[in-house]
């Protein structure tokens, strides 16, 4: 397993943007497929993205298509997500989390977890 430490979160109004960033430990990471997740209280956990091993595939959940961008930088041992276009509705913990196995969007492909990062969108 990897360790991840989620930051880049904060308060912005709607229509706003803001950058997530996911530091991963262990040189392994590069060969683990990375996602994002947010929860909201009192929800379950959601799908938001997800990026390959090598950067050359992503996927993302209907809502955020075309508002938000996952990337990664392998040198660095990170991930991030790139949110634009802000809405209200996108307040929620956001997680990082890393899969061995090359996970899609479900919660169970996926090996470690960060602790998560608070985004509040205003009205």
């Known amino acids: 397993q990897v360790q991840l430490v989620e930051s880049g979160g904060g308060l912005v109004q709607a229509g706003g943007s803001l950058r997530l960033s996911c530091a991963a430990s262990?040189?392994?990471?590069?060969?683990?497929?990375a996602g994002w997740f947010r929860q909201v209280s009192g929800k379950e956990r959601e799908f938001v993205a997800r990026?390959?091993?090598?950067?050359?595939?992503?996927f993302y959940a209907d809502f955020v298509k075309g508002r938000f961008t996952i990337s990664r930088d392998n040198a660095k041992n990170t991930v991030y997500l790139q949110m634009n276009s802000l809405k209200p509705e996108d307040t929620a913990v956001y997680y990082c989390?890393?899969?061995?196995?090359?996970?899609?969007?479900?919660?169970?492909?996926?090996?470690?977890w960060g602790q998560g990062t608070q985004v509040t969108v205003s009205s």
């Open positions: 989390a890393a899969s061995k196995s090359g996970g899609w969007s479900s919660e169970i492909e996926f090996d470690s």
């Open positions: 990026i390959s091993w090598s950067g050359g595939g992503t």
């Open positions: 262990g040189r392994t990471f590069r060969k683990y497929a």
